[in-house]
């Protein structure tokens, strides 16, 4: 039995080379038609992404506004928000220093550019103003602090609707100090702390004065917050050639000027620089709130132009890179399945039984 069993082994290889041939060609051809699961797996996963649009694919821009110092100008920042919200570009982040540190708490609280309007209207100057001798500065500040807590209902500075910072100047050394967390009054009180006009504020071991000072319109604090654009109001004082009038009047222009060519090289940074036309409203005359929300909502407008232009050429250059990584991804890919190939799979290529790895 044995022996007949070895010399039938041969008999059977014989007969059955032929269908191992078979299968062998039908394996090759069924591996160059479709590449292993690993390497399917990704066209596969990436061809709706090539086939959507760029845009879809792409983040949403984000918009922030770097709101800039400048007393009863304030207002204007307003009017800037207003016609930001209305053409559809609410910003997402928000920086200010001294008066536009406090329109920006109310609305990184939550609040929209009508509400805000409400309470300019509404506002009493005996509100936010306690004036006492001291000789750091004529106003305490403890009453604009109550007054911006209770408007954003006790909330700190991180838990508020929207990323916002108040930058101030820090009185010991000169290091400007931006307040990203804990009590949102008593930032913006530092951040508004006019010298010789608010006393310094103290905060654990340093005091704080108005963020004008090194800060007058803090674009770098608002792209720190995560800012793809960056809109700045400029609401500051220029020197024009005439002394203003008052004492808060030349303690503002004084601020303005040394703090003029730090702030142009901030501004510069921008994106979109807003500035409503307000130089001729008093640093503390309130009487023409309403006159700097408009001039505010006219530069706005004026600017929309701008606005619509550099948000289109941000989303261009994100859909070229996106377009770019796709590419570029499909080539490794491509490469991968080249080198993953064995001999007997080209060999099968060579055959016409192989489909090949696909185009990029």
């Known amino acids: 039995m044995r022996p007949t069993v070895r010399t039938a082994f041969p008999a059977l290889r014989a007969l059955f080379r032929p269908l191992g041939l078979l299968g062998a060609a039908v394996a090759v051809a069924a591996c160059g038609s479709a590449p292993p699961a690993a390497t399917t797996a990704a066209p596969a996963a990436a061809a709706p992404a090539a086939a959507a649009p760029p845009s879809s694919s792409a983040p949403g821009i984000k918009v922030g506004i770097a709101l800039g110092g400048g007393a009863a100008k304030g207002f204007a920042h307003i009017g800037v928000i207003k016609m930001l919200e209305a053409n559809g570009f609410a910003p997402a982040v928000v920086s200010g220093t001294s008066a536009g540190s406090v329109v920006g708490a109310l609305y990184a609280s939550g609040m929209n550019a009508f509400e805000l309007q409400e309470k300019a209207v509404a506002l009493d100057e005996a509100k936010i103003r306690d004036l006492q001798l001291s000789s750091g500065g004529l106003v305490l500040g403890q009453k604009l602090e109550d007054y911006v807590n209770e408007q954003v209902r006790r909330q700190p500075l991180e838990r508020l609707a929207k990323p916002f910072v108040a930058v101030a100047t820090r009185l010991e050394d000169g290091e400007r100090t931006v307040f990203a967390r804990g009590n949102v009054g008593q930032a913006v009180r530092a951040s508004s702390s006019v010298p010789g006009v608010f006393q310094p504020v103290a905060i654990g071991k340093y005091h704080f ?152």
């Open 209 to 360: 004065v108005d963020g004008g000072v090194v800060s007058p319109v803090p674009v770098d604090a608002a792209r720190q917050l995560g800012a793809d654009i960056v809109v700045a109001v400029d609401i500051s004082s220029k020197a024009r050639g005439q002394a203003p009038a008052g004492m808060l009047g030349t303690l503002g222009q004084s601020i303005a000027i040394m703090g003029q060519k730090l702030g142009q090289a901030e501004l510069a940074r921008a994106d979109v620089v807003v500035r409503p036309q307000v130089l001729d409203i008093g640093a503390a005359d309130f009487t023409q709130r309403a006159s700097a929300i408009l001039e505010g909502e006219k530069a706005a407008l004026a600017a929309m132009p701008q606005i619509r232009e550099r948000i289109a050429q941000l989303q261009a250059a994100r859909d070229q890179a996106t377009r770019a990584a796709q590419q570029k991804a499909a080539e490794a890919q491509r490469l991968a399945c080249l080198e993953q190939r064995s001999r007997l799979r080209k060999l099968a290529g060579m055959a016409g039984l192989d489909g090949g790895c696909p185009a990029p």
